[in-house]
């Protein structure tokens, strides 16, 4: 693996997380000046830096070396469309499956240890694309609409690195006395972000970073058919 290899496979990420070089550097918790020196080639790229773009932002390791599988441990979602699942995909008898809890995502400040209390689950959704891993919730109001409908619901993963964040993609946001459901955007300031809703009666909201207190993002979009 020569070094201009992995320069060109970093400088694909920088642009594929749409970020400077040096609010990339920021992220890996590294020196912005050595970060350029190995970038411009001047130093090479050594194990410590891959591990911590590995670690930091959840790269694969194996396509950063060898440029073979997904660019990141799980993919960011596609939203094109809902799934359409019959209201008995609902299994209160099944074992395993996505959690589905009676909960309302775009209402109140319910912080995330009530949310996923086991008081609220009301069973599970056992189907092969919706990993297992995810909770299912609901979501209430027109500001999503059309992507996401009063009452659809959502399987949310939580983000447990608020550095990675795919930009442009929906997020479930835990503020300390709100939540909401909303595509994030990068803002001009790395330390705030631009939420932004779907109906464009809506106007956009900037907050800080710091204030967002739990971070899910929207895996997939669930509708549930009546007729099915």
């Known amino acids: 693996m020569t070094?201009?290899?992995?320069?060109?496979?970093?400088?694909?990420?920088?642009?594929?997380?749409?970020?400077?070089?040096?609010?990339?550097?920021?992220?890996?918790?590294?020196?912005?000046?050595?970060?350029?020196?190995?970038?411009?080639?001047?130093?090479?790229?050594?194990?410590?830096?891959?591990?911590?773009?590995?670690?930091?932002?959840?790269?694969?390791?194996?396509?950063?070396?060898?440029?073979?599988?997904?660019?990141?441990?799980?993919?960011?979602?596609q939203h094109s469309s809902a799934l359409s699942l019959p209201a008995s995909a609902i299994r209160r008898d099944a074992a395993a499956g996505a959690k589905v809890y009676d909960v309302d995502v775009t209402a109140g400040s319910m912080g995330r240890s009530m949310m996923f209390s086991n008081d609220r689950l009301i069973g599970v959704i056992d189907v092969p694309f919706i990993s297992p891993d995810c909770s299912v919730v609901r979501v209430s109001g027109d500001s999503m609409q059309p992507v996401i409908c009063n009452g659809d619901m959502?399987?949310?993963?939580?983000?447990?690195?608020?550095?990675?964040?795919?930009?442009?993609?929906?997020?479930?946001?835990?503020?300390?006395?709100?939540?909401?459901?909303?595509?994030?955007?990068?803002?001009a300031d790395p330390s705030m972000v631009i939420l932004r809703s779907a109906n464009t009666e809506y106007d956009d909201i900037e907050i800080r970073k710091s204030e967002i207190k739990d971070l899910f993002v929207v895996e997939h979009i669930i509708r549930f058919d009546s007729r099915m």
Request: charged share 25%.
């Open 154 to 187: 959502v399987a949310i993963r939580e983000v447990r690195n608020a550095d990675l964040i795919f930009w442009g993609q929906i997020y479930v946001i835990l503020l300390e006395d709100y939540r909401m459901v909303k595509y994030i955007r990068k803002h």
């Open 3 to 77: 070094n201009e290899v992995l320069i060109g496979r970093i400088r694909e990420l920088i642009r594929i997380l749409q970020v400077t070089q040096n609010e990339f550097a920021d992220r890996i918790k590294t020196d912005r000046s050595n970060f350029s020196k190995h970038i411009n080639g001047k130093l090479p790229i050594n194990d410590s830096l891959i591990n911590k773009i590995v670690v930091g932002l959840g790269v694969s390791k194996e396509w950063l070396l060898n440029g073979t599988g997904n660019i990141f441990y799980m993919m960011p979602p």
